[in-house]
């Protein structure tokens, strides 16, 4: 699995967007990037995820760079239920289908 | 659709009491797994299953067993409970679909929070 690396905490407020970075300089070519969330120790809620383009859903959108060692989640318009802990994830074929989860961001969204 | 449903949601165990924490999922997954939690830390993996009738050991296997006899159901089962294993436990699924492997999420259960003392 690829070691991923995160900034403990971040602050953002209300209505702003939130952009969250990860480093993973060892992710593989086959690996696919994930982003979760866990919200006061709920079950991690699944947010999105990619391989190579940019990804956008309902709830983030996912920007890879080209070299694939980093990416950014951003939540467009944060709001207070946006605060949890944010956990990016390199997963793929051949790993041994374990998630890392790491220490991942802390996300306070703030009035 | 109900997804990952984990019972009971809360338990006390006193120390060298067992007891089976119930994972079922209602998508039709192969791949199945257990996980630990503990406080500030994140998930490790304790079992994992890639069908019915085969699991295999993740990174904290000692003091828990699993059996797979269902696609649906994946229980995990603490013999003899020790203080070392309060912990909130979670259940999640995963299919592998089109793509390739990995290129589905896996899916949480809300967790079972476990005490024992």
């Known amino acids: 699995d690829a070691k991923t690396t995160q900034p403990p905490s971040m602050d953002c407020a209300e209505g702003r967007a939130a952009n969250l970075p990860c480093n993973h300089s060892?992710?593989?070519?086959?690996?696919?990037v994930y982003w979760y969330r866990q919200i006061h120790s709920q079950g991690p809620q699944y947010i999105i995820h990619g391989l190579k383009n940019n990804e956008t859903n309902e709830m983030a959108s996912l920007i890879i760079t080209e070299d694939r060692k980093s990416s950014t989640l951003i939540l467009p318009h944060a709001t207070l239920r946006d605060t949890a802990v944010y956990y990016c994830?390199?997963?793929?074929?051949?790993?041994?289908?374990?998630?890392?989860f790491g220490t991942g961001t802390r996300l306070q969204v703030t009035l | 659709n109900a997804g990952v449903t984990q019972t009971p949601k809360f338990r006390i165990l006193k120390i060298g009491q067992s007891m089976t924490l119930q994972c079922t999922q209602d998508?039709?997954?192969?791949?199945m797994y257990w996980y630990r939690q503990d406080p500030g830390m994140g998930l490790k993996l304790i079992y994992y299953s890639v069908g019915a009738g085969i699991t295999d050991k993740g990174e904290v296997p000692n003091g828990y067993n699993v059996s797979r006899s269902t696609t649906e159901d994946f229980p995990l089962r603490l013999e003899l409970a020790a203080p070392s294993q309060t912990s909130v436990y979670f259940c999640?699924?995963?299919?592998?679909?089109?793509?390739?492997?990995?290129?589905?999420?896996?899916?949480f259960g809300d967790g079972t929070r476990l005490s024992i003392l």
């Open positions: 060892t992710i593989s070519g086959n690996e696919y």
């Open positions: 999640a699924s995963y299919g592998a679909g089109t793509g390739g492997r990995g290129n589905q999420p896996q899916h």
């Open positions: 994830i390199g997963w793929g074929a051949g790993t041994a289908s374990k998630l890392t």
């Open positions: 998508m039709n997954h192969n791949y």
